[in-house]
């Protein structure tokens, strides 16, 4: 069926990652948090199509290419451990993927291995919901720690920072491997609430995607990439502010509360429709219970929002 690779024509490869990035992107700014499988499936090249993941397997290379083209990490509901809780090393701050199985040589870890050794990019998908994945790249596998059975996984721009980090080991910057960390799971944690939220403000429904925000309850609480979503709520960038600068809180039983002051204020639409005729309110959550927030947080959050007054 894939016949029609010429095996000495370099820019194949090259192409055929090229053209898919640009089509995950395109279809990423049309909207979507993140894609179901069947429509990751519908990527065509060359006028055939070309599976960007597998449906089982982790590490995913297409029959017309010599290495991985795709890694994915499954989705575990909140309060299950997430598989890629132990991608970080916390020692170093670096992503850290697992071997499929247990043996060095199997198909796809020698593809991934490969895709290593040729420095080419790959997409991580991470799934954000049951059969639903936000596609990160690209990303680069950098170096291998055979003993641990896992490849180390860099994102994007430093993905040259750290393949000086493996041949010379301290070159790399804390911040640098803090930032990569954080930026690929600050888009897995939006892709998370978005989906969870339906990708509405839980507290006035405004659901222009672009102009939402996935917030963290409490913020200093750092959960990698794993069920942040019972931390998360979705909001637009009107009501984030007004969480965070405390014109408003969300009692624990997810009622609006609007500072006193405010209500007591004379002014233009938005204080009056955006804020003081959504005092009492309830917000919306996710109709899963267990992607709801949690109450100890939301308690911890409006305790100090009490305290400021
Ligand atoms: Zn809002």
């Known amino acids: 069926m894939f016949d029609y690779r010429c095996p000495s024509d370099d820019d194949f490869d090259t192409r055929l990652r090229a053209e898919a990035f640009s089509w995950l992107t395109n279809k990423m700014r049309r909207g979507p948090e993140y894609l179901a499988y069947s429509e990751i499936q519908k990527f065509i090249f060359d006028g055939r199509p070309v599976p960007l993941k597998d449906r089982v397997k982790g590490i995913w290379k297409p029959a017309i290419l ?40 199997e198909a796809t870890n020698r593809a991934l291995r490969s895709a290593m050794e040729e ?51 301290g070159s790399m910057s804390k911040n640098q491997k803090v930032k990569v960390r954080n930026e ?46 019972t931390n998360g709520i979705a909001l637009c960038v009107f009501h984030r502010s007004a969480l965070e600068v405390g014109a408003l809180g969300i009692q624990p039983d997810l009622v609006v509360q609007v500072r006193p002051a405010l209500m007591r204020e004379d002014g233009g639409p938005m204080l009056r429709y955006g804020l003081q005729e959504l ?22 959050a409006f305790e100090r929002f009490r305290q400021a007054d």
Not at 125 to 153: C, L, N, R, T
């Open 66 to 105: 010599s290495s991985a083209l795709s890694i994915t990490t499954t989705y575990r509901p909140p309060g299950v451990e997430r598989p890629y809780d132990d991608l970080i090393h916390k020692s170093d701050g670096l992503l850290r993927y697992k071997w499929n199985g247990m043996k060095r040589d």
């Open 119 to 169: 420095g080419v990019p790959l997409i991580w998908f991470f799934a954000v919901g049951k059969g639903v994945f936000k596609p990160v790249f690209p990303v680069y596998a950098v170096a291998e720690e055979e003993e641990a059975q896992q490849f180390i996984v860099n994102a994007d721009a430093s993905h040259v920072a750290a393949q000086i980090e493996a041949e010379q080991p």
């Open 184 to 229: 690929l799971f600050s888009a897995v944690f939006r892709g998370t609430v978005m989906r969870a939220y339906r990708s509405r403000c839980a507290v006035c429904s405004f659901r222009h995607g672009p102009m939402l925000e996935a917030t963290k309850i409490i913020k200093e609480i750092d959960h990698g990439a794993g069920a942040a979503v």
């Open 279 to 300: 005092h009492g309110k309830r917000i919306s959550v996710p109709s899963v219970r267990a992607e709801r927030p949690r109450q100890d947080l939301l308690e911890r």
